[in-house]
């Protein structure tokens, strides 16, 4: 069975920092209704507040709009004279790009925002740390591990003179990542270490919660699953004492994940329930009640199954279109490839259907290519074979 893990999937440590840049904190943004029905692109807007609308569109998961407003305040920036501005979106569009593997139009946008740095005198730091951190990514996907290493190294630098913790955190967690994909595992877990560390020595703020929840997630990447569950546990604590609701779904979430790594199913079951109860939003809750579907699957409990996956359908059929409700779809479909009967065929061609729609309204060719796969072995199954063969050939 094909799965897509649920929150962390296109948000891995990598992406860290790409998070930490846009929005603070680790759980997606509800988008607000107005951007909901934003014109795109939305120039009647100042520029400065299009950089904001390009934020919130970017958590959730709207990348090709993203991409769109941060084009044309790159140049609303640039018919203006604000340089330091238009290097800021020219990092931001690289972002978006980068989300759909536009990976030439990411590196165009990068270089000339740090170009635009570098001819910029006293320019601020936090500008040279995000830039720096964009770029440190896309040498990873070309496979310059090294060279991205000693980019994030440079970006915490800038960090650490823009005082910027969240920042420092990221760039580091990016270069343990970075110390493993090279070999280095004993460097790797050093970093982690320190890390680890400097959390124990911070004060108790919501702040701490996120970069709690960020070092759990790391622990769990590198293997180190009893870690990753103790530090979540202490985020977990700390969210409740501060009562931050907001962080207790995604914290339950990560441990529910954990447990699951851990093969310990009856707690697994428990997080995922406790995130769905705790959730704030539609989507948070979305993603664990496709955990909870998950678990069922793997124990075959029908009952569970029964249950839970045409409240998922319904709510997937209310939601607007985001990568992450296309990956959604694709969750549900996965999941139940072993259990064809809990939701007729046709219901779940017409689920992933829109969802291959709605990933070419958003110029999603990544999460099209998923769904449309997924469609094409749903067709299959059902003895379909040429409708099959049609959806694999067009992606």
Not at 70 to 94: E, H, I, K, V
Not at 207 to 225: E, F, P
Not at 304 to 312: D, E, K, R, S
Request: charged share 15%.
């Amino acid at each position: 069975m094909r799965i897509l893990r649920l929150r962390e999937l296109g948000f891995s440590l990598v992406g860290l920092c790409l998070v930490l840049l846009l929005a603070s904190g680790t759980a997606r943004a509800k988008l607000p209704t107005a951007i909901a029905s934003l014109p795109t692109p939305a120039t009647a807007q100042p520029p400065a507040n299009l950089l904001d609308t390009g934020r919130q569109l970017y958590a959730a998961g709207r990348f090709a709009e993203a991409a769109t407003i941060w084009q044309a305040t790159a140049s609303r920036f640039a018919a203006q004279g604000d340089r330091p501005n238009q290097a800021l979106s020219l990092s931001y569009l690289s972002l978006a790009q980068q989300r759909l593997n536009r990976w030439d139009r990411a590196q165009q946008a990068i270089a000339e925002s740090l170009v635009l740095l570098a001819a910029i005198p006293n320019v601020d730091a936090i500008l040279w740390a995000q830039a720096l951190n964009t770029q440190a990514r896309l040498l990873l996907h070309a496979g310059q591990t090294q060279t991205a290493l000693d980019t994030w190294r440079q970006a915490e630098n800038y960090y650490q003179q823009a005082g910027d913790t969240q920042g420092i955190l990221g760039s580091r967690l990016n270069q343990a990542q970075a110390w493993q994909i090279l070999g280095f595992y004993g460097r790797s877990r050093q970093l982690l270490l320190a890390i680890g560390q400097q959390l124990a020595g911070t004060s108790d703020t919501t702040v701490k919660i996120q970069a709690l929840h960020s070092y759990g997630n790391a622990l769990r990447a590198s293997g180190d699953l009893v870690g990753s569950q103790d530090i979540l546990r202490q985020g977990l604590e700390l969210a409740e004492a501060l009562n931050a609701v907001n962080q207790l779904s995604p914290l339950l979430l990560s441990l529910g994940n954990t447990a699951a790594d851990r093969q310990n199913t009856i707690d697994a079951r428990y997080y995922f329930e406790q995130a769905e109860r705790t959730a704030t939003n539609t989507e948070a809750r979305l993603d664990a009640q496709l955990n909870r579907l998950r678990l069922a699957a793997e124990r075959g409990d029908r009952a569970a199954l029964t249950q839970l996956a045409p409240q998922i359908q319904q709510q997937l059929a209310q939601l607007p279109p985001s990568r992450p409700t296309v990956y959604a779809a694709v969750n549900l479909a996965s999941t139940l490839d072993a259990s064809p009967s809990v939701l007729p065929p046709q219901t779940l061609a017409q689920t992933l259907a829109r969802a291959v729609q709605a990933a070419r309204e958003l110029g999603d060719a990544t999460a099209e290519a998923y769904a449309l796969e997924q469609l094409g072995q749903l067709y299959v199954d059902q003895g379909k074979l040429a409708r099959g063969l049609s959806c694999c050939s067009n992606h």
